[in-house]
C-alpha cells in the first residue's frame, strides 16, 4: 500500500473475494493488471458489483437487454483491461458489424485481443447465425420474401462475396442450398457449369441464385445482371428453370424477379407457374 492508502497492483492475474449472502459465500474473481494503481478494496468491489449486473440483467431479461460493449464484455472479460479494449474495437471500427466483418488475422493481431479471444468472437458469431437458421431440413420457401428469411443469417456480416444456388422441387421444397462460389469483399467470379451441377445431380426442376454484397447495399451491378442473364439462358438449355436472383444486404435484399427481370408477371404468377405448389 502506498502512502496516499492506494493500493498497487504489480502483477496481472485476478483478485478473488469472498461475500457471505442468503446462498453462502460466494467466491468470484475480477481482473486486474500490472502497474494499475486501485483506490483500494472498494474499487475492486465495484467492478464485481458491475460485472454481476450486467449478468443478471443477461439472465433476468435477455441479451436484448445489453449494449453492444457489454455483449462484448460478457465475451471477453468484464474486467477494466477487458473494458478498454472492447472500447477500442469498438471505437476503432466504428461499431459491432464493422469489426466482424474485419479479417481474423486483423483481429488476431490487435493487442490485448489475440487468437483465442478472437476465435471466441468468431465462435459466438457462427453459433448466433446457425440458431436463426430454418430448423426444418428441407423446408418449403415459395417467395422471395421466404428465401430472404432464409438466406439472411447465412449471408450477414459475412467479409466477402459468396454465391449460393438453391435447388427445388416441383413443390418448391428447397433440395439443396449449396456455396459454389468465393470470391474478395466485392466480386465473386462464378462458373455456371458448378451452379448447374447441383440441380443436375438432385434432378431439380428450378433453382434460385443467390449472393451477398458485404458493403450491405443490395443493389444489383451491371455485372450481376449480365450474370443472370447468362445463367438463365443456360438453365432454359438444361430444363432447369431460374426462378430468381436475390442480393442480400445488411437486413435487406434486392429480387430480380420482383423486379421484372425474368419477363414474368411478377413474384405470384412465377413461382407459382413454375413451382406448382401454391401457397
Known amino acids: 500500500m502506498s502512502e496516499d492508502g492506494r493500493v498497487r497492483v504489480v502483477e496481472v492475474g485476478t483478485v478473488r473475494r469472498l461475500e457471505v449472502g442468503r446462498e453462502g459465500v460466494v467466491e468470484g474473481e475480477v481482473e ?19 460485472m454481476e449486473e450486467v449478468r443478471e440483467r443477461l439472465f433476468k431479461v435477455g441479451a436484448l437487454a445489453l449494449t453492444d460493449p457489454e455483449l462484448l464484455g ?16 469498438l471505437g476503432k471500427s466504428g461499431g459491432l458489424k464493422p469489426l466482424l466483418l474485419k479479417d481474423p488475422l486483423e483481429l488476431i493481431a490487435q493487442p490485448g485481443l489475440g487468437p483465442a479471444r478472437t476465435a471466441q468472437m468468431l465462435a459466438a ?15 418449403r420457401l415459395r417467395n422471395p420474401r421466404e428465401i430472404h428469411g432464409y438466406l439472411s443469417p447465412l449471408l450477414s456480416a459475412l467479409r466477402r462475396e ?29 462458373d455456371p457449369r458448378e451452379v448447374f451441377a447441383p440441380a443436375l445431380t438432385l434432378r431439380a426442376t428450378a433453382i434460385v441464385l443467390a449472393h451477398n454484397h458485404p458493403s450491405g447495399d443490395p443493389e444489383p451491378s451491371k455485372q450481376d445482371l449480365a450474370l443472370t442473364l447468362q445463367l438463365a439462358q443456360a438453365g432454359q438449355l438444361l430444363g432447369i428453370k431460374v426462378l430468381d ?35
Open 125 to 139: 458469431l457462427e453459433l448466433g447465425r446457425r440458431a436463426q437458421r430454418v430448423t426444418e431440413r428441407r423446408p
Open 162 to 190: 459468396v454465391f449460393h444456388v438453391l435447388c427445388f422441387n416441383p413443390r418448391n421444397v428447397l433440395l439443396a442450398d449449396v456455396r459454389v462460389a468465393e470470391g474478395t469483399m466485392n466480386s465473386c467470379p462464378v
Open 245 to 279: 436472383h436475390l442480393i442480400e444486404g445488411d437486413g435487406k435484399y434486392v429480387s430480380l424477379m420482383e423486379r421484372g427481370f425474368f419477363g414474368g408477371e411478377g413474384e405470384q404468377g412465377l413461382w407459382t407457374a413454375v413451382g406448382g405448389g401454391g401457397s
Open 74 to 89: 460478457v465475451l471477453l472479460g468484464m474486467g477494466p483491461r477487458a473494458q478498454r479494449l472492447v472500447e477500442e474495437l
Open 32 to 50: 486486474v493488471e500490472r502497474g494499475e494503481e486501485s483506490a483500494g478494496e472498494g474499487s475492486v468491489r465495484t467492478q464485481g458489483r458491475d
